[in-house]
């Protein structure tokens, strides 16, 4: 039956190929992960790209988050089955950019003419630029904030203004232990730790730390601020009253009104506003910080061309280019909760001026964009165990298993077991 179809399908090729050409389309496969925070604004992109490109067929495939999306991909690219375009978290870009999977863009970049001229400002460019080359671009970029039920803080008779948000760890503690002490069922705070060490890395960074040390021969966060970060983690559970709730769980209590505070990524923003509704008023706050010089870590993902065909190639470079363009990125923004990556949409409030004057809760993770610092990326092939450690250890502080003064060295031996041997 295959054969006699294609048999058919030559011959009518053969008296109409003019006609054929001009109607041929291209379909590419694009990954990417976490589609309970991106579906809508990878469908609203495809949608307006499709009106400029109607040759180009996207067809999605989805993994549950990065770290599952790493291993698809690397998966695929050991069997030749690699997608066209791939988009994956900035902390795992440099594993495929030392393997040689991911390809660089700087050469077609500059066939586009003046890449700062486009947007792609050097600051956003460096948040994909490992390896030594442009492996990939940026497509969303994150922050941790804070999330509150403002209805509550009214209740305890506590300022509800994002400016008067406790600006410190202490404050939210306290603040979360007075709402325990209501004692109806609402818990005081929760704090995004499962998943991966993007939290982690959140509490190290506000310190004033590194993950390594500038040589990455050695851990960098095996000192007294890897130590607080622990110490805080567990005192959010022990005077904090923090329930040991996973992603889904927590926004479940939260958006019912049983949970007062949540801190973790602007990504989930839009998400929040639905699943709350009209239960309470949600508002949002900048991340509370620790030295005076902390940062936080950008999360989010970026887009790396991964084609081998070359007309399959330049299909996902349109289709990249436009997702990072200023149209792109606004669709990206409303659709989600992530900071802006391409410099034009952040400046012209054409694109995205209305939007933030109109949606406040928008704004906070833009306020932050100066305490951002690239999502630490660990060399080597172990980059994905060095995570499951970190996100273990968490556990066991979270859980009472052993203390954060147990923990840390544990967790600083293993994970420089794992560092690439170098002479």
């Known amino acids: 039956m295959i054969t006699r179809r294609l048999a058919l399908t030559t011959g009518a090729a053969l008296l109409a190929a003019p006609a054929l050409r001009a109607q041929q389309s291209t379909e590419i496969t694009v990954h990417y992960a976490q589609p309970q925070i991106y579906k809508e604004c990878y469908d609203a992109i495809a949608a307006e790209f499709a009106k400029r490109e109607p040759g180009i067929r ?3 495939i989805t993994t549950p988050n990065y770290e599952e999306g790493t291993q698809l991909v690397l998966r695929q690219a050991a069997t030749n089955q690699l997608p066209d375009l791939s988009y994956q978290g900035f902390n795992r870009l440099r594993v495929f950019a030392e393997r040689g999977i991911a390809q660089d863009l700087a050469p077609l970049l500059a066939r586009e003419g003046d890449p700062a001229a486009q947007g792609y400002t050097p600051g956003l460019l460096a948040l994909a630029h490992f390896g030594g080359f442009q492996s990939g671009l940026a497509f969303a970029a994150s922050n941790p904030i804070s999330y509150y039920n403002a209805d509550l803080f009214r209740r305890l008779g506590v300022d509800a203004d994002p400016a008067a948000f406790p600006k410190s760890w202490d404050g939210v503690i306290e603040l979360s232990a007075r709402i325990e002490a209501l004692r109806d069922g609402t818990d005081g705070m929760w704090f995004q730790w499962p998943g991966d060490d993007w939290m982690f890395s959140a509490l190290l960074f506000s310190h004033g730390a590194r993950m390594l040390t500038p040589d990455e021969r050695d851990v960098g966060f095996a000192g007294p601020e890897g130590l607080a970060s622990l ?22 209590a939260f958006a019912a009104g049983k949970l007062g505070m949540r801190f973790g990524s602007t990504a989930f923003l839009r998400n929040m506003i639905q699943s709350t509704g009209r239960n309470f008023e949600l508002r949002t ?8 010089d902390g940062k936080l870590p950008t ?18 470079w349109k289709f990249l280019r436009f997702s990072t363009s200023p ?12 900071v802006p990556v391409n410099q034009i949409a952040i400046d012209d409030p054409r694109y995205l001026g209305e939007f933030y004057r109109e949606n406040p809760l928008f704004r906070t993770a833009t306020e932050q964009v100066d305490r951002m610092i690239p999502w630490y990326a660990f060399p080597g092939t172990q980059s ?12 066991r502080v979270v859980e009472g298993q052993a203390t954060p003064e147990v923990v840390l060295p544990e967790m600083a031996a293993e994970v420089r ?3 690439p041997r170098r002479s």
């Open 58 to 60: 996207i067809n999605f």
């Open 231 to 252: 110490r805080l983690l567990r005192r959010m559970v022990t005077e904090g009253g923090m329930p040991n709730l996973n992603a889904t769980t927590a926004l479940q």
């Open 285 to 292: 706050a900048h991340f509370p910080q620790v030295a005076p």
């Open 299 to 316: 999360g989010g993902a970026a887009g790396m061309l991964t084609a081998r065909d070359a007309t399959k190639r330049e299909a996902a």
């Open 327 to 338: 149209e792109g990125t606004a669709l990206m923004a409303k659709n989600t909760g992530y």
């Open 384 to 395: 994905v165990r060095v995570t499951q450690v970190m996100v273990d250890s968490m556990a």
């Open 417 to 419: 077991r794992l560092l």
